[in-house]
C-alpha cells in the first residue's frame, strides 16, 4: 500500500475537507483482501515485537487523536490483538487533574514514555494541548501560566515545544507515528446514533460527544493547523480514512509493520562466552537427565 497518499507534507497547509476522502478503501474490500491482509499483518507485528524487546534499543510510540467515535479504541484493539501485553503500554489521556495541572502540558506525556524494546500507544496525546484548548481558551486559564507565556504567540510556540520533544525521542531511538483517523460528520452522527439506539452501546454514549460536535469546524481548523506545522520528517503525520472500521485498522497496520521493517531489527549477536556458557549449561542439564537414569535402572 502506497503511504504517501496518507502523509501531511512538512510545512503543508492541507484541508482535511478537500484533500482526504474519509470513505478511501484503495480498492480493498472488506471480506476480501482487506481481511486477510490485516491478519498477515497482525502476525508480522508480533514477530517485530519480540525482536523489538530482544534487542532493547528502539521503543515504538504510536500516537491516536481523532474526533469522537472515529475508532480509535477498536483500532488499537484490533490492530495490537497479536503481541504480547508485556510489551505494550496504552495510555488513555482525559481531562488533566490537579497534579497534572501544576506541572507543564508534556509532563505526563513524558511520564508514559515506552521503554526501550516496547512499543506505548497514547490513545489522544499531548496535541489535545494544541486541539482543545484553542477550540476552548477559557481551559487555559486552568494551567495556570505566567502572563509571558500567555497571548496569540502560544501555538506556535507549543507546535515548536512538540516538535522538539519529538525530534528529542526520535534521537534516542523513540520511534514516532502518529495517525490522525478522519471520520466524516456524517458518519459521527451515525456512530452516535447507534450508541443510543442499542442497549449494550450505550455505556459508550456521552451527552458531551454531542455538544462537541457544534464545534465541529473550529476543530477541523485546529487540526489542520497542527497538521501544517507539526508534521515534520522525523515525525510525520498520517491522515487515516475512518469512515469503514475495517480499512482503518488495516491501512494502521500497514503502516506499523512497514515502520518496523525499516529498522532491520535483529535479535542480539550472543558474544563467544555466552555460547560457551549455554553449552556448559547444556553439559550440566544432560548430567542431570544421566544421573536420573542411573539411579531408576
Known amino acids: 500500500m502506497n503511504h504517501d497518499a496518507f502523509i501531511v507534507k512538512p510545512g503543508s497547509k492541507i484541508s482535511l475537507k478537500k484533500d482526504y476522502d474519509t470513505a478511501f478503501t484503495a480498492n480493498f474490500d472488506e471480506k476480501g483482501d482487506a481481511k486477510v491482509k490485516l491478519q498477515k499483518d497482525i502476525e508480522r507485528l508480533a514477530k517485530y515485537q519480540d525482536v523489538l524487546y530482544a534487542q532493547n534499543t528502539h521503543a515504538l510510540l504510536l500516537v491516536f487523536q481523532?474526533?469522537?467515535?472515529?475508532?480509535?479504541?477498536s483500532t488499537i484493539k484490533h490492530v495490537m490483538s497479536g503481541i504480547n501485553p508485556q510489551g505494550c503500554q496504552v495510555f488513555s489521556f482525559k481531562q488533566p487533574s490537579s497534579e497534572e495541572l501544576d506541572h507543564d502540558y508534556l509532563w505526563r506525556s513524558s511520564k508514559a514514555l515506552p521503554e526501550r524494546g516496547r512499543i506505548g500507544i497514547f490513545n489522544r496525546s499531548y496535541y489535545e494541548e494544541v486541539l482543545i484548548l484553542r477550540v476552548h481558551p477559557e481551559l487555559l486559564e486552568k494551567q495556570q501560566l505566567p502572563d509571558y507565556a500567555k497571548g496569540k504567540h502560544i501555538w506556535k510556540q507549543r507546535f515548536q515545544e512538540i516538535n522538539n520533544f519529538e525530534k528529542y525521542l526520535v534521537n534516542n531511538g523513540v520511534i514516532v507515528l502518529k495517525f490522525f483517523l478522519n471520520v466524516s460528520k456524517k458518519e459521527q452522527k451515525k456512530r452516535f446514533m447507534k450508541r443510543i439506539e442499542l442497549p449494550e452501546k450505550n455505556w459508550k454514549f456521552s451527552e458531551s460527544d454531542v455538544q462537541e460536535r457544534a464545534f465541529w469546524d473550529d476543530y477541523m481548523s485546529a487540526y489542520e493547523d497542527a497538521f501544517r506545522h507539526t508534521?515534520?520528517?522525523?515525525?510525520?503525520?498520517?491522515?487515516?480514512?475512518?469512515?469503514?472500521?475495517?480499512?482503518?485498522?488495516?491501512a494502521v497496520a500497514d503502516i506499523i509493520c512497514s515502520k518496523l521493517k525499516e529498522l532491520k531489527l535483529k535479535y542480539p549477536t550472543v558474544t563467544k562466552k555466552h555460547k560457551q556458557d549455554i553449552l556448559r549449561a547444556k553439559d550440566i542439564l544432560e548430567a542431570e537427565e544421566d544421573s536420573r537414569l542411573a539411579v531408576t535402572s
Open 66 to 73: 481523532a474526533m469522537d467515535a472515529a475508532g480509535k479504541d
Open 231 to 250: 508534521s515534520t520528517e522525523w515525525a510525520p503525520w498520517h491522515i487515516i480514512p475512518a469512515d469503514h472500521k475495517w480499512f482503518t485498522r488495516m
